[in-house]
Structure formats: C-alpha cells, structure tokens
C-alpha cells in the first residue's frame, strides 16, 4: 500500500467520532433554524385576569391576580390597576411587575378595605416598557 492509501482508510474510531460530530452539528443548525422560523416579531401582548377565590382577613379583603405575557418580546415595568367602585366610593390599587418574558406570567393580589363582591372591579394592564 502506498502512503495515499493509508491516509484515504480510516479506522473505526475515526469514523464514529465524524458521526458523532456530524450528528451535533446538525441538531444546533436545526435548532437555530427552527428557533429562527418560529421566533414571534410581536411586541408583548399583556392580559390580566381575576382569580376567583377572594379572601377575608382582618376585615381586608384580598384580591388575586395574574398578568400573561402572551406576545413575542419582552415587557419590563408592567403596571397593574385595580379600581373598585361601590356605592360612588372608589378604592384604588396599583403593582408594578419588573420582568415579563415571552410566554411568562406572574401573580399577586390587591388588597381592599371594602369587600369587591358588592361592587364593580375592574382589573387592567396601565402601562410597559420594552427593554
């Protein structure tokens, strides 16, 4: 055999460790590929919904939420209103959410001195910024 063909055979070893590397390489291209086909160019798209249970405690009441970030980008310092109105008297609360990712949601809860099931709650996104 000729130098050539010692260098054009390869052994075993050499040829698993290609497959194995080739394999790698195409999992990442395909992941960045997929992740740049699916990647959503919207800007965050924010919803705030009430939970049910209301609670009573020491004469306050609380009241949980959760705000969803259903849109493509990120949102930072989201605003959440709450403005309970009973009888022309009007109660207000406000939380501020540092960080809401794509996908993401957090919780919380106001908390009223008048109890929201004899009155009017509304639950609202004020405001954001993008980072």
């Keep these: 055999m000729t130098k050539t063909e010692q260098q054009l055979k390869r052994s075993i070893a050499e040829w698993i460790t290609f497959s194995i590397a080739s394999f790698i390489l195409a999992i990442i291209v395909s992941?960045?590929?997929?992740?740049?086909?699916?990647?959503?160019?919207?800007?965050?798209?924010?919803?705030?919904?009430?939970?049910?249970?209301?609670?009573e405690i020491n004469g306050?009441?609380?009241?949980?939420?959760?705000?969803?970030?259903?849109?493509?980008?990120?949102?930072?310092?989201?605003?959440?209103?709450?403005?309970?109105?009973?009888?022309?008297?009007?109660?207000?609360?406000e939380q501020?959410?540092?960080f809401l990712s794509s996908g993401e949601s957090e919780e919380g809860a106001f908390i009223?001195?008048?109890?929201?099931?004899?009155?009017?709650?509304?639950?609202?996104?004020?405001?954001?910024k993008l980072p």
């Design 31 to 55: 992941l960045v590929g997929y992740t740049w086909l699916n990647e959503k160019n919207q800007p965050p798209i924010l919803s705030v919904t009430k939970k049910q249970t209301i609670r």
């Design 60 to 93: 306050q009441f609380y009241v949980p939420f959760e705000v969803v970030n259903s849109g493509g980008d990120t949102a930072e310092s989201v605003q959440i209103m709450a403005e309970l109105l009973i009888n022309g008297i009007t109660e207000t609360g």
């Design 96 to 98: 501020q959410i540092d």
């Design 112 to 128: 009223f001195s008048h109890n929201p099931r004899q009155g009017q709650l509304n639950l609202r996104v004020g405001s954001y």
